[in-house]
């Protein structure tokens, strides 16, 4: 049995850690989530606020409206620096140590330069909604000048996008793109012709969404090309520049490059506990998912490695929220003094999406390419979308958008630099 | 009759520059829009993007989409810095200039410091969907600072909120603040108690509202006060320091002030012209609303100065909609070769609102305050609203909010500054 009221601290309010707070609800645990942003982001659809399919309230709630409700759990808004592992203390930046009698840790990921830090700058990644935000306004800025530009050199690279990178958010990305280009905004402007858009997805391996099935894949690089994208596989990206990207040789002039190429853990994690790591940051932790050697600290989502099948299970939110429920469970069995089971993994399949009637479905045995998988994707999303409201208001947004091809939330919120300075 | 294609050009998409646009869509004039935003913002209601009630996409509509079925028109995104009007041309920053037949100037106003610019810093206005969203963080920020706060007098201070000016923007930013903290963030929090918030509204003159009769000024008082709102006349704000503000000797401490007192033209359109402007920097326009001396000039909205029972207009939105229809009928009349009578303004009547529940209307002969005044602001509002998407979003929004109390919009989108540094 454990003690009477052990304090859980849950490092990121992702879909693992809202998992563990939302299920030790009723619980004599005391919960404190950390994160540094003040909402829990539905991450699947953040490639639609970049493309202004969608807007940021759309796919995010405040931490602490999903916790309001739970008196046992309370919201700190800071960024963790460390852990103290002798002194079992969460170490913050510009605020107190915070004390633990279990840790989790779920921190997720970061996109991955490859060493080459430098190309972030101009081609930014997307993780966050402020990243998205910033996305969005690159996007519309670029074809606002290209609207005001004469040289049709300058005006052709400033309607060319690269997309590094063509997993599912890649993949996603360019089809979204690719509609805002060719449908939502065909009638905005008087100089230019937004069809001419040109977007390139740019894949280093042999081919596209290397973890679904060949068929699959192919189904959704079709799909792809009847939108306008340019689809490169076997395309290294040598180097990231202002205003180009240089592609296995060849130097092409483009505005836009956005980064969507693989991931590593999101802090040093390996470093705060003291252990080794994957290749990419990740924490190898033990089939209870706790850290070897620290029966009470526990890793799970994206920074999590744990082998399913004989393959890492991927960095996607039902792994994560799978994970985070099995902790929570775990911590009420010590608190009860029951022994409990190995984590499992429920394969729930996978999917993904190119623009708004196409989608792939992997469900093992099950196999869908076009319409029906896209339906499916639709009603998944719309389900966990985490808040009543968020889900009426993304359904009415998405209904609104499927009818008009209108896009609602084509807004630049920042200052705007000047044409001429792009 | 005018030649055969006059070029207009519109120097800003607010309610003035947007109803010249679409009223001459069909006629034969070439219609060129300038904005240094990309959108027409709803105005009347940024102070509720500040309050996390309202996302900026449902306030704000791209301009291209406005205008994006009139073929006549386009738009530029660009700061226009000046105007030839030997060359007859509008001066743009980092781009060509761009000649006009018909210049129609509606630039709108900013906020006024009274010689204290450096002021701005500490307490920002609200003029823009920037501003809001970083007003709306500024808010958050402080709540979330004080739920972290240890020291009493430290938490007591970030819980004050200071609003200079009480004119209908600061009341309605008041009433909105007052309900934010009170009770759609009621649950939100473990270590402060939302409802302490402090909000202090500071208005120099003798009362609020100075554009409403008395008595529908002391009906927003005292609905003011029942939301806890201190209310303070003749209080003159002597400084804005960061932590602090000092109003008739006394020095207030608190973290957040927002400046809603007083506005001037936000362009030096008199400089511009070279014609005289009033105290806060308007033009005196003819009765046909064009500038002295230049019957193809004209400045309409905020900016212009116009007589009305021997008081200048109100810089509202009815004003500037008013003008801007009135003067794409004279455009249209010049073309055709026939007469048009001077500028007549229809009094639609004055409204502010106190929170959710509350508003104040003069219509002339009828004054009215409470409940059904709101319903009346709400039903204006929500017809008012540009694009189709947006009402209907809107009201859902607004409903949802109503019975749940809920913000959905409660989102902290920028980089977050550690606890300690505010």
Not at 331 to 345: L, N, Q, T, V
Request: with cysteine; net charge positive; aromatic share 8%.
């Amino acid at each position: 049995m454990d003690k009477r009221e052990p304090h859980v601290v849950v490092v990121g309010a992702g879909f693992g850690g809202i998992m563990v707070a939302r299920n030790l609800a009723g619980t004599r645990a005391r919960v404190t989530v950390i994160d540094r942003a003040n909402h829990h982001l539905f991450q699947p659809l953040l490639y639609q606020v970049a493309t202004a399919a969608l807007s940021p309230a759309n796919i995010a709630a405040p931490i602490r409206d999903i916790l309001r409700r739970q008196p046992n759990a309370e919201v700190f808004l800071a960024e963790v620096v460390g852990v103290d592992m002798q002194a079992k203390c969460v170490l913050l930046r510009d605020a107190d140590p915070i004390p633990w009698d279990y840790l989790i840790l779920a921190p997720g990921t970061r996109y991955n330069y490859f060493g080459h830090d430098e190309w972030e700058r101009d081609a930014p990644s997307l993780k966050t909604l402020s990243d998205a935000v910033s996305i969005r306004q690159d996007i519309l800025l670029a074809f606002e000048a290209a609207e005001m530009e004469r040289d049709p050199e300058r005006r052709k690279a400033l309607l060319t996008f690269a997309l590094v990178g063509g997993g599912p958010t890649g993949v996603e990305l360019a089809g979204s793109l690719a509609e805002l280009a060719q449908r939502a905004m065909r009638q905005d402007f008087r100089h230019i012709r937004p069809s001419e858009t040109r977007i390139l997805l740019l894949e280093a391996a042999p081919r596209i969404l290397s973890m679904f099935p060949d068929k699959l894949a192919l189904a959704a690089e079709r799909a792809l090309e009847r939108l306008g994208v340019e689809v490169r596989t076997g395309a290294k990206v040598e180097s990231v520049e202002p205003g180009a990207v240089v592609v296995s040789g060849e130097h092409i002039p483009c505005s836009t490059v956005l980064w969507t190429a693989g991931v590593v853990a999101a802090v040093p994690i390996g470093k705060w506990l003291g252990v080794e790591t994957d290749r990419i940051g990740r924490i190898a932790v033990a089939p209870d998912l706790s850290v070897p050697g620290h029966p009470n600290v526990f890793v799970i989502g994206d920074a999590a490695h744990v082998e399913h099948e004989g393959q890492p299970l991927p960095g996607v939110a039902p792994v994560a929220m799978q994970q985070g429920r099995y902790v929570a469970k775990l911590i009420r069995a010590r608190m009860d003094g029951k022994p409990i089971e190995p984590f499992r993994y429920h394969d729930k399949g996978n999917l993904a999406t190119v623009g708004r009637s196409f989608a792939i479905l992997d469900l093992g045995r099950l196999k869908l390419s076009g319409f029906i998988a896209w339906v499916l994707w639709l009603w998944i999303h719309i389900w966990y979308l985490i808040g009543f409201r968020n889900k009426i208001s993304v359904f009415i947004q998405w209904a609104w958008a499927y009818i008009t091809w209108q896009r609602s939330a084509r807004l630049i919120t920042g200052p705007i630099p000047a044409p001429g300075k792009r």
